[in-house]
């Protein structure tokens, strides 16, 4: 049975996948040197298509790893000496503080309970905070920062750099990617694309205090350094063999997207949304979970059951409909739906029916 | 025109890998979820294959990274606290070394020059030396360490640990890995699959040495360390999403590999390996560029020419027959040709043919 899949990442596949992966087999793209000028130009594609859907100001540098979680770690490297703060409000955001730890780094938060995000006005940072972490969607709770937020903490702490977590919203949310340092997400998740790739834009602040860690003997990592993968992206190569395939994939999709029209896409999300939610609000079993209207999020939406979720997705299943299960400690408590791009209208409609015909 | 690839990695694709992506996409194997019963079994099946092909030792674990290259990273982080020793004999093993340097450790070597290999008899390692590296077969020069120098050096260095890099012989090479505390390889040489996957072998001394840094207080990395990869591993589970289509696709081709036979592949890529070496002594123009028969690689096989490599090359693709390049200052000097399992013995023998071709 063809099941189509509202897993909040790895996801369904952006419906033009199959017919990309195709053709990347007939134009033996898995086999081409990563050394070579075929590679080249797909990795150029790719990083041009990625800068032109998202607004990526020139002067950022956009490169790839094998995952957001090494972005994490890798961030930390670079960036980090001493001191970072985060904005914790689930299991992702608190994943990237634990990963500062890990890195011996006194690893500062402001900690709100699931399902809320941490308010901008009221934040308080220590000066000497050399980061700071924002996951603009919660992809475990379904909460998501009101993209105002991040000009208003980028004017409250200019000397700060700010790491801004997209996983779960990109492309979809309007970010002004010049009110951060650094950005990042994985391609498995609005992109519809087959994990094991991470997607890591970074500004010349981060390069400077890259240097400037070095220039105290710090060890900022080695084959992904950000001096390491500048030398290599300046070639349109990376420093290892990287994912042909994915990078490849991702240029297409990404161009894909472009062609329908980002704001169209914005758009379909939105009203899918609301199709959604409004079935979590006509649902007596489903309450959304995030209580603040203007922080639930769009791509991956968050129900409280009142019975267990299991039950829920159990029968949605049957049905060749697979959505998630809450995360963590929410396991049997909620479900979760993803919103990407590749979802359709259609589809999101028989799904909140099918939802609310689970109530009766 | 469908190309014929014979470069060494990425390379022509396990002539079975098309039709398990076909059905890896029937199977909805991109959009399955990284924490579910069936991404387990995929993972629990490739691990399987992986040891019953190369008869890895049943205490020993099997890993997945994005690739050899982060494997050298983690090998130093989690397993050297001052010291490593690494028989350095091109480009490759050179590059363990330099990541070694990267983490502020004491990275000695034993250096030869390209196109030999160190003298296991006469090695001279400081007992302080915490590990040694050892590169089986140098993908950049075609010198293979025969595998009897690895019981040797193990007999030796009884206390050291042994780090083997087998990123471009595994499976061919018959090592016997009780012998050696950790080795590696990336998916995309003989595995002859799509790259973004590297598998990292690990025994309980590495666990041992990684615990001994953490009561140190040493950084042993974060959600690639060694206690983190295990605890997620025992559950058939990866700390990140992983590419969960290559780890689907190496459990497919190594069970492919195993029902062929690995003595099957042995004798072939032995075969295979004495039909172009026989091509390099006939030719006028090539000449192995290692001295040593008894260390010439089987696997990737280097040439060198006494025209420009660049020429030979062009005129082989012309006829759809991609080999590589030499290696940094061998570019031009140099062709590397690729003898993977995919590379059956009537390419070989037509590609034999076609170099001495190019002589006349």
Redesign the interface.
Known sequence: M??F?F?P?????YYT??EH?KNA?KE?V?????RSKDYEKIHQHAVEAIRSLLGIPDDYHIFF??????I??RI?QNTVEAESFHLINGAFSRRFF??AE???INAMSRVVEEGKVVEAEALLIPETAELIAITQNETSTGASQPVQDIAKIRKAFPDQLIALDVVSSAPYADIDYSMVDTAYF?V?KCFG?????GVWIVNNRCFQKAQKLMDK?R?I???H?LPSLLEKAVKNQT????????VYLLGKVATDMADKGIDQIRRETDYKAAVLYQAFDQSEILRPFVDNEAHRSKTTLVADASVSSKEIISKLSEKAF?I?SGYGKFKDKHIRIANFPTHSKEHIEILADKLLKINN
Chains 1, 2 share one sequence.
């Open positions: 063809r099941k899949y897993t990442g790895p996801s369904q596949l996948v199959e992966m087999l033996n898995p086999s081409i040197s990563h790893t094998s995952s957001a979680t090494e994490w770690e930390i634990e990963i890990n890195y011996k994985s498995q694309l087959p994990a094991g790739l003997d060890i990592g080695s084959y350094s420093p290892e063999t990287p994912n042909v395939l994915g697979v998630g």
